[in-house]
């Protein structure tokens, strides 16, 4: 009942910034108090968790590739989550999906089986 909808990627040189968005359709988030977050996926390699955010966006949790780079947010009357992206590396190349559950932000962490609802992915990449 939940369609997420993912924009803002693109091609940038390391060191420089994307903004990922995600727009959620069909179900306000707060209705079923849904965790989000971002995973992502490189050919060959395995979808992993990015970063999330509580239904009420009062906690955030990142992967240890991207603690201090990059900011995770949402804003429920928009019904939209944003991704900042700062300091790009090569090694963050990847199509990036956003994705919902409901349950805790910290689940989120453990991996796709904890994931409800996923988008259709943008892709990122990042040139040396």
């Known amino acids: 009942q939940v369609q997420l909808a993912e924009s803002g990627g693109g091609l940038v040189q390391a060191g420089g910034s994307l903004r990922l968005s995600c727009v959620a359709s069909g179900r306000t988030f707060t209705d079923n108090f849904m965790a989000m977050g971002w995973f992502r996926q490189a050919p060959g390699k395995e979808r992993e968790f990015v970063a999330s955010?509580?239904?009420?966006?009062?906690?955030?949790y990142y992967a240890d590739s991207v603690k201090g780079r990059w900011t995770i947010s949402r804003d429920n009357d928009k019904k939209t989550m944003y991704l900042q992206m700062n300091s790009l590396k090569p090694e963050d190349t990847a199509i990036y999906y956003c994705a919902a559950c409901a349950g805790a932000a910290s689940q989120l962490r453990r991996g796709v089986r904890s994931v409800s609802y996923w988008g259709q992915g943008t892709q990122v990449s990042v040139s040396s």
């Open positions: 955010v509580s239904w009420n966006g009062d906690s955030t």
